[in-house]
């Protein structure tokens, strides 16, 4: 069973950095395409940005430039690291994992597997 999770969530001031990391059980993720997403408030899962299996990386155009998806097969874990947070930043985001070997995907529905989330709150 592929079980990714989440951690590094917090509250941040506008400005700041926060790293999350994806960590995955039950299964090596080199051969997965990994993508982060997050949920605001009153708002439907959204596309963040993703990682190809062979470490081609993706991003929305609102995090363009200030977050970097990286991954590490030895820990067998994916990060997203996020500067210049915004208030607009704050949700709960998601790790999914898209277990076929494919192009990148942006849709929610092409990732079979997803993490429980975890809460970033920037404050103004």
């Known amino acids: 069973q592929v079980q990714p999770r989440e951690s590094g969530g917090g509250s941040v001031q506008a400005g700041g950095s926060l790293r999350l990391s994806c960590a995955l059980s039950?299964?090596?993720?080199?051969?997965?395409?990994i993508a982060w997403f997050r949920r605001a408030p009153g708002e439907e899962r959204v596309f963040v940005g993703a990682?190809?299996?062979?470490?081609?990386?993706l991003a929305a155009d609102s995090v363009k430039g200030r977050f970097t998806i990286t991954r590490d097969n030895a820990k067998n874990t994916v990060y997203l690291q996020m500067n210049s947070l915004t208030p607009e930043d704050t949700a709960v985001y998601f790790c999914?994992?898209?277990?076929?070997?494919?192009?990148?995907?942006?849709?929610?529905?092409?990732?079979?597997?997803w993490g429980q989330g975890t809460q970033v709150t920037v404050s103004s």
């Open positions: 990682i190809s299996w062979n470490g081609i990386s």
């Open positions: 999914a994992v898209d277990p076929r070997w494919r192009a990148v995907k942006r849709e929610v529905q092409e990732y079979d597997y």
């Open positions: 039950g299964q090596t993720l080199r051969s997965y395409n």
